[in-house]
């Protein structure tokens, strides 16, 4: 267990601020949350960072904070058709998706890129490129703050929404996730129908795609559009894409023909939180150090030198703006601190 007072997370968030900690501690292993619990940490408040790619720092914090770092990739079941592997919480994402497709386990390749580590993946339930974390989540191990027991979530339990789960709602600040078991199938499986994967592939006259094809089809569109974190602080899209009722997506439709709209149920659908920003003119706007990306209007950037709460002022006027063109509420993804 490695730990510093009045440390700075600047090294282990991808917008790039330099707030301070009182204290921050690397956790290894699973007997260092026990050791932690038994000396009553987790009797005060305290905050949990992985990768720090899905967060907004806009103040020093008066408050430890624990750098989950668990690590390990172990097989724990395998048939002709499947195979479940548990990846410590502490596993880096792209890698473990880098490791299913090297020995052609399917299921993560569309979410190849995505930051961050696999402990954080069920919080908002990650998704991209038509899979979500759900599809292979088989189950995971969550440590309980206030007992110092593990428990075992299956997916019911871990109550999947859209980038949205238990961890995000009720159990927000009670549990820390250790450990994830995906189940990855060993049948040729590939999704090439979302987005821009289909048009890259047919780019490069590959008819055929192996998993590594469809893995660097996306890296490559992902590296075309987002602005890569360390060039650039971001924490990825700023704002869930929201979903309506589709009443109001209809009415929207009839006014702007150029919306797309997918429908998430018979009364709700959902349209690209994008969109609505880039219509209001949000798009590529600078405002001091920070702004809204150039590519991408779903990502708050921060060119340097500014501050979270710089970007938090922008983002609540992009809410409002968007809330007044179009009477759509967008929410953030990202979480503040
Ligand atoms: P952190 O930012 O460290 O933490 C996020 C939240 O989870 C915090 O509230 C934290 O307290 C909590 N937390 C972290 N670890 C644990 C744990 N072990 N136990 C309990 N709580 C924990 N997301 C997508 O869904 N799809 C994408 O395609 C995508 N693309 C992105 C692209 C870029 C360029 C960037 C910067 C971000 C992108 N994201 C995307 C967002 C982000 O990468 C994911 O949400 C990722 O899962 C966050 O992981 P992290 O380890 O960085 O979590
Ligand atoms: P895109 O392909 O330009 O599509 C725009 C939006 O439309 C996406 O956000 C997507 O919603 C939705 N969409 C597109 N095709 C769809 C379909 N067939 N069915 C349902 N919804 C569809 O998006 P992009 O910005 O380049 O991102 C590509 C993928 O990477 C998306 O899945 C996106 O979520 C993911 N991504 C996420 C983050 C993040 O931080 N969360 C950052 C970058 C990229 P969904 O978002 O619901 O898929």
């Not at 075992?152 to 109550?159: A, K, L, M, V």
């Not at 990825?236 to 589709?246: A, M, R, V, Y």
């Not at 009364?267 to 991408?296: C, T």
């Amino acid at each position: 267990m490695f730990s510093k007072s009045n440390a700075s997370l600047l090294p282990y968030n991808t917008f790039g601020f330099d707030v301070r900690v009182t204290n921050l501690i690397q956790i290894d292993s699973i007997q260092e949350l026990q050791k932690l619990y038994s000396e009553g940490f987790f009797q005060k408040s305290f905050k949990v960072i992985s990768g720090g790619s899905n967060l907004l720092l806009t103040q020093d914090l008066n408050v430890p904070v624990l750098l989950l770092r668990i690590p390990g990739i172990t097989k724990i079941d395998e048939t002709d058709q499947f195979v479940c592997v548990e990846f410590g919480a502490g596993e880096n994402w792209h890698e473990c998706v880098v490791h299913c497709v090297e020995n052609h386990w399917h299921g993560i390749e569309n979410m190849s890129l995505i930051p961050g580590c696999i402990g954080a993946a069920p919080i908002q339930n990650i998704g991209a490129y038509g899979t979500e974390l759900k599809d292979v989540f088989e189950s995971l191990t969550a440590f309980n703050v206030n007992t110092g027991n593990f428990e075992i979530f299956n997916i019911e339990q871990c109550q999947f929404g859209y980038r949205d789960s238990f961890f995000k709602q009720h159990g927000q600040g009670k549990y820390i996730i250790t450990s994830v078991t995906l189940k990855l199938s060993k049948l040729a499986n590939i999704n090439t129908q979302y987005g821009d994967i289909q048009s890259v592939l047919s780019q490069k006259n590959i008819s055929n795609p192996s998993l590594k094809d469809v893995s660097a089809a996306v890296i490559e569109i992902r590296k075309s559009k987002l602005p890569d974190p360390q060039l650039l602080g971001n924490s990825g899209s700023f704002f869930k894409n929201p979903i309506i009722d589709k009443q109001l997506g209809d009415e929207l439709s009839k006014k702007y023909v150029d919306l797309k709209i997918f429908p998430i149920n018979d009364n709700q659908v959902k349209i690209p939180a994008a969109w609505l920003i880039e219509k209001a003119g949000w798009k590529g706007h600078k405002r001091k150090n920070v702004g809204v990306h150039e590519k991408q209007a779903l990502v708050l950037v921060h060119f340097g030198g500014g501050s979270g709460t710089e970007v938090y002022e922008l983002a609540k006027d992009v809410q409002s703006d968007v809330a007044n063109k179009f009477g759509v509420q967008l929410e953030f993804e990202v979480n503040i601190w």
